[in-house]
C-alpha cells in the first residue's frame, strides 16, 4: 500500500517533489495519462469503460505541515516559521530534518531545572524556538542550511497493534492517507473518466486543488483525506469530531464547503448496502480541498471521505488500518455507481 514510503517522504507545502515521484511510480502504470502542471500538482487521466459521459476528479494532497528556516543566529541555531498550522506547544525538543538531505536538528529546550515558576505555566512561542544543528558559528551553519530550506519531523512508520484496529503510527497522515487510498482506488476502471489529482499547497489555502479543479473542470469531485480524531476521554469535551475503527467519516459541512446531498446520499447507500462501517465527520469542523474545488468554473459537486488519524498536524499520528482498508472499499463501491447526473442532482 505505500503508507509507510508516503508517511516518510519529505513534503512540506511548496517543496512536494518527493512525495509526487513516489506516487508516479506508484500510478504510471495504472493510468492513461498523467502530467505535472506549472505549481506541481500530479493531474492523472483513467479512461472509463465509456458507459458514462461524466468526468469524475479524486483528489488528495501531497503536502504535509511543516518549518521553514528563516534566519541564522550568530551561535548557529536556526530561526524558523512554521508553514501550515502548527501548535507551538507541540515543538519544544522535537527532532526534525532539514533541507532534502534531511540534515537532523533539535528544537531547543531550556531544561526544567532552569524554568522559573511563571515560565512553567507558558507556552514558548514559536519565534522564541531555534533550531540546534550542532553548528558552532553562523558561518558553520550556513555552509549547511539555506533560508527558505524546509524542516519536516523526523518520525518512522511502524505498526502498534496486528489485531483489532490495527494501529500504525507516522506522520503525515493528512494526508498520505488519503494518497494512499487515491492510490488504491484508481486500479479500478470505472464507467467514467477517472482524474486522479494529487494536489499541492493544501494546508496553506487549499492553493494547487484551486488551479487543478479549473483545468480538469469536472462534472463530480471527491476529496480524499486525513482527517481530525479526537476519541480519547476527556472531562467536558466529549465531542470525537471522528473515531478511530468507526469507519470512513462522510462530512457533511466543513469550514470550506457544504458537501453536496446527491453525493452524501450515494456513499452512505453504498455502505449501508454492503455493511462497510461509516461515520459522519462531525459537521462544521476543519476544510479540506474540497473547499476550493466546489466553486471552480460553475460549481462542481464535491463530497470528502476521510480516514480518521488521531493527533493529526503534530509529529506523529496514528490511524487504524481497518478505517484505511474501509475507506478504500467505499470509495471503489460508490464510484462505481457514479454513473448519471441524477446521482448529482438526487
Ligand atoms: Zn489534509
Known amino acids: ?7 516518510e517522504a519529505f513534503g512540506v507545502s511548496g517543496c512536494e517533489d518527493e ?9 504510471k502504470d495504472h493510468v492513461d495519462e498523467y502530467r505535472v502542471d506549472s505549481m506541481g500538482n500530479l493531474i492523472a487521466l483513467k479512461r472509463g469503460t465509456g458507459e458514462s459521459e461524466l468526468k469524475v476528479m479524486v483528489a488528495a494532497h501531497t503536502d504535509e505541515v511543516g518549518l521553514m528556516i528563516t534566519h541564522f543566529e550568530k551561535d548557529g541555531t536556526l530561526r524558523f516559521r512554521p508553514v501550515g498550522g502548527i501548535d507551538d506547544r507541540i515543538l519544544l525538543s522535537k527532532v526534525v530534518l532539514i533541507g532534502q538531505d534531511r540534515l537532523p536538528g533539535v528544537i531547543g ?3 526544567v531545572h532552569l524554568l522559573k515558576e511563571e515560565e512553567r505555566r507558558q507556552v514558548v512561542k514559536v519565534d522564541q524556538m531555534t533550531i540546534d544543528i550542532g553548528a558552532k558559528s553562523k558561518e558553520e551553519a550556513e555552509k549547511a542550511i539555506k533560508i527558505g530550506d524546509y524542516a519536516t519531523f523526523a518520525t518512522s512508520f511502524c505498526q502498534l497493534t496486528e489485531d483489532g484496529l490495527r494501529t500504525v ?33 493544501e494546508e496553506v ?22 482527517t481530525i480524531c479526537d476519541d480519547m476521554p476527556k472531562k467536558k469535551d466529549v465531542s470525537p469530531t471522528t473515531e478511530l475503527g468507526a469507519g470512513p467519516a462522510i462530512t457533511i459541512m466543513d469550514r470550506s464547503f457544504i458537501a453536496d446531498r446527491g453525493l452524501v446520499k450515494l456513499l452512505v447507500e453504498t455502505a449501508e448496502e454492503l455493511g462497510i462501517p461509516y461515520q459522519f465527520k462531525q459537521p ?9 474545488i466546489h466553486l ?3 460549481g462542481i459537486p464535491s ?14 499520528c496514528l490511524l487504524s488500518l481497518e478505517d484505511f482498508e474501509n475507506t478504500v472499499w467505499l470509495m471503489k463501491e460508490a464510484l462505481g455507481k457514479v454513473v448519471a447526473r441524477r446521482f448529482v442532482d438526487s
Open 296 to 298: 471552480a468554473k460553475e
Open 205 to 226: 489555502g487549499l492553493r494547487g486543488a484551486r488551479v487543478a479543479a479549473y483545468a480538469v473542470e469536472p462534472d463530480v469531485a471527491f476529496v480524499l483525506e486525513g
Open 303 to 316: 463530497a470528502t471521505v476521510s480516514v480518521p488519524c488521531r493527533y493529526i498536524h503534530s509529529p506523529v
Open 19 to 27: 512525495v509526487r515521484g513516489i506516487i508516479v511510480e506508484a500510478i
Open 1 to 7: 500500500m505505500g503508507l509507510k514510503e508516503l508517511s
Open 109 to 111: 529546550v531550556k531544561p
Open 169 to 201: 503510527k507516522g506522520k503525515a497522515f493528512d494526508d498520505r492517507a488519503g494518497c494512499a487510498v487515491l492510490i488504491e482506488v484508481l486500479k479500478e476502471r470505472y464507467p467514467f473518466d477517472l482524474y486522479p489529482v494529487f494536489t499541492v499547497q
Open 284 to 292: 462544521g469542523i476543519g476544510g479540506t480541498d474540497a473547499g476550493a
